[in-house]
RNA sequence: GCCGAAGUGGUGGAAUUGGCAGACGCGCCGGACUCAAAAUCCGGUGAGGUUUACCCCUCGUGUGGGUUCGAGUCCCACCUUCGGCACCA
């Protein structure tokens, strides 16, 4: 052994890895379990990118530290295959997508193997498989059975040229990406899932996790939980406009109405309405912008007065105009609102531009001039029986009426809305349901599932908006599981979202074929100690698989209320640019290259230390360089290590304090951090010209995890005893890690003027007197006035003067 | 627009969570080795000032204000960049 030559090495480990099994979990449970969780990958035509190895690498790290530590560890891996890309790659190369999947899972899994990554390969699911959506489908059919999957019509986005659904991001600009034409929203029935049942349950229990502060946050957002009153304001004798809004204390302050412009009380009331031109002229205009092109506060207020009705406004019975504008979604709320011009924003705007009369009965602010927002200081004026009191006073006084009256109730509304559960696709999980003339939807029976995609020559879309599948009538026409009469399949298909719901629990328990998991298998590996992803992944995916583990676990199928224990995050990997690496930018770093020219060890430090975790970094070939230096440094330690069982006097501290920082980082996502001090500990070696053994193999146990084929060679080659991967993670002595002398800075008025070696027990009096001696700060305390004195045991002495 | 996050040397970043700003790496400069180069090793490296030199001084963490003996860290306002916005995954 001479020179550090990883391709001579890596390959070498990583057959002996898997040759003897060393990372497989045991489903034997006497050990304690540790379940370390990625996001796992979506296999693209473009193979792995640069970006993909750091979440893989830092739970790769604290997986092999916890196996060192005494764990049994599932470190699993698998494929979210269905989606888009592979579908549209598909057709337009005339491949099936279950070929473009097989090529793309082969060339990602070579690519992961080369990274030397411990992950359990016995484990490896795939979402494409039958056997494995089998169990998809069940689940979903579960949903249904507890009448948790509904149809109801939504809009899709329609290609008029292409005749095809396209998917928002294939929407550009209002535009087809494909073929540049006009795209229109077009009504489909859905098979949608009813999230909303749990978004209490989803809030309520993100306290009984460990995520991350921002990503909590960001779920409570996303569900948007706000408490208020549904108030009815009546139109006509039996019609009326029913409202949700969080301050029902300014209902002396509503002056008119906003729709929006899809509300069915239009239609209902077509024959009264004397501009039904007008609105749906408007209405078609709204239908082409997104939600939030909608809701954007800057832009233009538009909309309608619908002339011939009016709405009264329950508190006074005065009557008010009533509008469509498309700033309201039918999608929030009830799809209507009552405009409080002097206390909201965007309806003061609406107001200011229609002319319309605004209101002030808030006071503590300028009406004329902006909305008075402000709940926490304002006092009810204009209101008749609230005059006086405080807004959080009139809102419990209103509600109280208002619900007496029988005109309103109190209501809880949430942001969050039910999941679109439809794709009209052929490359996703057929939904295992029949349609029968007599019987309406009827579920396919367990036993014939799973419920396969037909083998077909065309999958491309039909052009009436039906998915592939609608085509092919061998596969639709079927006959009713109950009453064996003629009957269709459902031809639309899950959503790429509905195999990663789950993911998680099949890998506890992958090859079993009589249940998705077994019981024992689930109750002894869940909750998933801790999940690393993306912060792109937050929202949905997140949102998505706790609703359906919750949803499991009310049924008693999983033994845990929540999925995940802990949630962390890490940042995107840049091009050298700064820019997001694409292939149109022509930035993307190709891993297979880092690895064939500086061996996966390197890649996987440098990929560690480039920067914080947390947050998106450049790449930067010269970091690379700099840490494959940093390994043949390591490499030729051998040279110098001398005989010796215990730390030497000289480096103990060193040693100890290495230990804790490592072990320490390694759990907080501070991967950078820890290979710093373990890069000083390298530069102490060898500023000392020696490093002895029990040194050496301490070194070699910490800088495993990051680096585990160089740290396993050395071990083999020196002969250090059995293999590294074996040996148990080394501990720290607290005691040893603190000095006795440190220097402490000595500041006058908060600025450093000297600094003074002293024990860490010295008390302020003998600091003071040698701080009296020193010749530098007594020129600053010449002429002046010691007014205060400030000491921070083993921090700082600080010195005011005047 | 809404929700969330981040701005520190030439550069990626560090800073015990209110206590010496710039650890570690890259780059650059100088030196050693070499016929020479590469590799390696040693030293220097925020800006400005001062000094033969050691030292020492002023400024400095996106901008403007504030709190504090003391602010990269806390508070207020603003600017810029990034992630998400429900059919990309």
Same mark, same amino acid.
């Given at each position: ?17 898997? !040759? ?215 139109? /006509? ?7 949700? /809004? ?117 006071? #503590? ?48 509304? *949430? ?19 029949? *349609? ?25 879309? /039909? ?60 109750? *002894? ?8 992803? #993306?912060? !792109? ?251 205060? !004195? ?13």
């Amino acid at each position: 052994m001479s020179n550090y030559n990883p391709e001579m090495i890596e390959k070498k480990w990583q057959d002996i890895w898997e !040759e003897n099994g060393t990372f497989y979990a045991s489903d034997e449970k006497s050990k304690p379990k540790y379940y370390a969780l990625i996001e796992f990958p979506y296999p693209s035509g473009k193979g792995l990118h640069v970006g993909h190895p750091r979440p893989y690498t830092a739970l790769d790290i604290v997986a092999r530290k916890r196996r060192m530590q005494g764990y049994n560890v599932l470190y699993p891996i698998g494929w979210d295959a269905f989606g888009l890309p592979t579908e549209n790659y598909a057709i337009k190369n005339k491949i099936h997508p279950k070929e473009v999947t097989k090529k793309n899972v082969a060339k990602f899994k070579s690519q992961l193997k080369s990274l030397g990554l411990s992950f359990d390969w016995s484990r490896e699911v795939n979402t494409t498989d039958p056997e494995y959506f089998k169990w998809t489908q069940w689940i979903f059919l579960k949903l249904y059975e507890k009448g948790l999957a509904y149809k109801k019509t939504t809009s899709i986005n329609w290609c008029v040229d292409c005749k095809i659904g396209l998917a928002n991001e294939e929407v550009v600009n209002g535009k087809c990406e494909r073929c540049g034409g006009e795209v229109v929203k077009k009504d489909k029935n859905q098979w949608m899932l009813k999230i909303t049942d749990y978004a209490e349950k989803l809030i309520n229990d993100l306290d009984l996790v460990d995520y991350i502060e921002r990503v909590k946050i960001q779920q409570k957002n996303w569900i948007g939980r706000s408490e208020g009153m549904e108030v009815n304001f009546n139109i /006509t004798e039996d019609k009326k406009i029913k409202v949700f /809004t969080t301050r029902p204390d300014t209902l002396f302050g509503a002056t008119y109405m906003v729709i929006a412009p899809e509300h069915p009380l239009i239609n209902e009331l077509s024959d009264k309405i004397k501009n039904m031109d007008e609105l749906e002229g408007y209405k078609e205009k709204a239908n082409k912008k997104s939600d939030f092109e909608r809701t954007e506060l800057v832009k233009e207020k538009t909309g309608v007065e619908i002339k011939g009705i009016k709405a009264t406004n329950p508190v006074n019975g005065k009557e008010v105009p009533i509008y469509i504008s498309d700033y309201v979604l039918m999608s929030y709320g009830t799809g209507a609102i009552m405009a409080v011009p002097g206390h909201d924003t965007r309806d003061w705007e609406f107001a200011n531009k229609f002319d319309l009369p605004i209101i002030e009965v808030v006071k #503590g602010g300028d009406i004329e001039k902006e909305a008075f927002t402000d709940i926490d200081n304002g006092v009810m004026v204009n209101s008749d029986f609230l005059n006086g009191l405080k807004v959080e006073e009139a809102k419990k006084k209103i509600s109280d009426w208002l619900e007496e009256k029988g005109l309103g109730e109190r209501k809880i509304n *949430y942001k969050l809305r039910d999941w679109v559960f439809s794709r009209q696709r052929y490359w996703g999980e057929p939904i295992p349901l029949v *349609y029968c003339e007599d019987c309406g939807w009827v579920k396919v029976p367990e036993e014939e599932l799973p419920l396969e995609l037909p083998e077909v020559e065309s999958y491309e879309p /039909t052009d009436n908006g039906e998915s592939p599948l609608a085509n092919i009538t061998e596969w639709v026409n079927t006959t009713c599981p109950k009453c064996g009469k003629d009957a269709k399949r459902e031809t639309d298909t899950m959503p790429q979202w509905a195999g990663s719901s789950w993911y998680f629990l099949r890998y506890t328990d992958p090859h079993n074929d009589e249940e998705f998991a077994s019981k024992e298998n689930l109750k *002894y590996w869940l909750p998933i100690d801790w999940y690393n992803g #993306g912060m !792109e992944h937050t929202t949905l995916h997140l949102l998505y698989s706790r609703f359906w583990h919750k949803f499991l676990y009310d049924y008693d199928i999983v033994p845990t209320k929540e999925p995940y224990q802990k949630r962390t995050s890490h940042g995107m990997i840049l091009g050298e640019n700064n820019e997001k690496m694409s292939k149109s930018r022509g930035n993307v770093v190709n891993p297979d290259e880092i690895i064939e020219d500086f061996g996966a060890d390197t890649m996987r430090v440098y990929e560690m230390f480039i920067g914080d975790f947390e947050k998106s970094v450049p790449w930067s070939q010269n970091g690379v360089k700099g840490c494959r230096r940093f390994l043949d440094r390591v490499w030729r330690l051998k040279d110098s290590i001398v005989d010796g069982d215990k730390y030497s006097k000289d480096l103990e501290s060193n040693m100890h304090k290495t230990i804790k920082k490592v072990s320490e980082d390694f759990e907080n996502l501070k991967f950078n951090t820890a290979i710093a001090s373990l890069m000083e500990l390298v530069n102490n070696f060898n500023s000392k010209g020696e490093v002895n053994k029990k040194e050496f193999k301490t070194f070699l146990t910490l800088l495993n995890p990051v680096a585990p084929h160089i740290t396993e060679e050395l071990w083999t080659s020196l002969d250090l005893g059995g293999m590294l991967n074996e040996q148990s993670w080394p501990e720290w002595d607290e005691d040893k890690t603190v000095d006795n002398e440190i220097e402490i800075p000595i500041q006058v008025n908060g600025k450093v003027r000297g600094k003074l070696k002293v024990s860490v027990e010295a008390d302020k009096e003998e600091i003071k007197e040698k701080v009296m001696n020193d010749e530098n700060i007594n020129n600053y305390l010449d002429g002046k006035n010691i007014v205060k !004195e400030i000491y921070v045991p083993g921090k700082i002495y600080n010195i005011v003067v005047k």
